[in-house]
């Protein structure tokens, strides 16, 4: 079982140390890993059906969670933006069908373009709408945390980001960190931090260990704490080779 898991694309991915990015949440991390045992399942580059096709062949089977924070969005810009909350919607129900004890922080999504008005900016403030409908207050609640990466203009916070104005800086996962501690202490706080402990499925079969040092065109591969029954193979999904790991018990994929 884990405190906390996180799930989204490359923000929430981003966490975890990133050599051949400009961004580094490692610290803040290690920070809420002191408190909190974390499972971080954030994607590079995942939309709303990435992240679906993941929880619904594995990564949401196999261990307990007290609370899961989501952020996703970001990069779903073609298409309409009512699918894409529909995406949020699905994701939602999935992990209240699989884990109905658990409670989930749904992030609006953070601002994009850096002035009010323009057009990426304005779709995640629609998305963000959409979706606000799903929180009920209990099992799913919101956390809007806009305004605090924006100036008191309106304009985006340059200092909280690296040079692409998407990704977080140092910097801007401080502030993320910070904002989310109230919320962690609530849910899975005043507790010793759980352990995975699971007969069939091991931590690195839910989350393989990832290279980072490869550069953008990495590829997943099982560590050595994989278990020994465990093979891979490759296979294409949208941009991402994953890969498909079997046990005796299950399929995962990953």
Not at 31 to 37: F, I, P, V
Not at 154 to 179: E, I, M
Request: charged share 30%; aromatic share 10%; glycine share 8%.
């Amino acid at each position: 079982a884990f405190d906390l898991v996180f799930i989204g694309d490359s923000i929430t991915h981003f966490w975890e140390k990133c050599s051949w990015f400009a961004t580094d949440g490692s610290e803040e991390l290690a920070e809420l890993k002191k408190r909190y045992s974390i499972l971080d399942l954030g994607f590079a580059g995942d939309g709303t059906e990435h992240v679906l096709w993941r929880l619904q062949n594995g990564q949401a089977d196999g261990y307990r969670a007290k609370c899961f924070m989501l952020l996703i969005g970001t990069n779903n810009k073609q298409g309409p933006v009512e699918d894409v909350a529909r995406g949020v919607g699905a994701i939602l129900d999935l992990l209240r069908e699989k884990h109905p004890e658990s409670t989930v922080l749904l992030v609006s999504v953070f601002p994009r373009d850096v002035c009010p008005g323009d057009p990426l900016r304005m779709r995640m403030e629609r998305l963000n709408a959409l979706t606000e409908t799903y929180v009920d207050g209990l099992k799913i609640r919101r956390i809007d945390l806009t305004e605090r990466f924006l100036t008191k203009d309106g304009f985006l916070d340059l200092s909280l980001f690296c040079k692409d104005r998407v990704h977080l800086n140092a910097k801007g996962y401080r502030l993320w960190r910070t904002a989310m501690e109230p919320f962690f202490d609530e849910l899975a706080g005043d507790t010793r931090p759980y352990e995975f402990k699971d007969a069939n499925r091991t931590e690195d079969e839910i989350a393989p260990w990832v290279d980072f040092e490869s550069g953008p065109d990495w590829r997943a591969e099982p560590s050595d704490a994989a278990t020994a029954a465990v093979t891979s193979e490759r296979m294409l999904f949208g941009r991402h080779t994953l890969a498909v790991k079997h046990t005796a018990a299950t399929e995962i994929r990953i």
